[in-house]
């Protein structure tokens, strides 16, 4: 059975209505950071719901179990930023920088990162179920025990990217680059679409 679609009105208005004391580290949903020098900021247990945090420097900051359903990192720079246990419901990491950055763990399903820069980022055991990963730079990337169902991973840069026990169940692969990738143990069904140039070792 194919995942649902998150239904974004609900969860964006359950977590704007959520009590602040679930988020110790503050209560700014829906505000506008855009463009601000967040680097190394301490935004860890904050609700950012809908936040605004388009072409914000975020190096090093540190969001980790923040909720981040919606949030807008658009052309943000989130090189080494720790997101990890963040839920990131339907959030935009569109063209977005986070070489090294963390999602260890976070809720990601139905975001947009087309054409961000993930190299060497740390995705082990995030739900990517349903995400828009088309043309992003996962090379030398750890996925490892990620949910990447139904994901569309078209063009994507996966070489040498640590896959090993991912979900790739309904993925879209067509035109990835996985040379040197770790397939081990992974989930795939039918519907996976792989790469024309590059046969599975399970299907030859």
Known sequence: MADKTPDLDALFEDFLSEPEEQFPGGHHAGESFRGADLRLQNLSRMNLAGADFRGANLYRADLRHSECTHTNFTKAYLAEAQFNACRMVTASLVQAFARGAGFAGCDLRGANLYGAILRRAYFSGANLSGANLLRVNLRKADLSEA?????????????????????????????????????????????????ASIRPSWEQ
């Not at 991912?166 to 989930?187: F, N, Q």
């Open 147 to 195: 949910s990447l169902r139904n994901a569309n991973l078209h063009c994507a840069d996966l070489r040498e990217a640590n896959l090993s026990g991912a979900d790739l169940r309904g993925a879209h692969m067509e035109g990835a680059h996985i040379r040197g990738a770790i397939l081990r143990e992974i989930r795939h069904d039918d519907r996976t679409v792989w790469p």
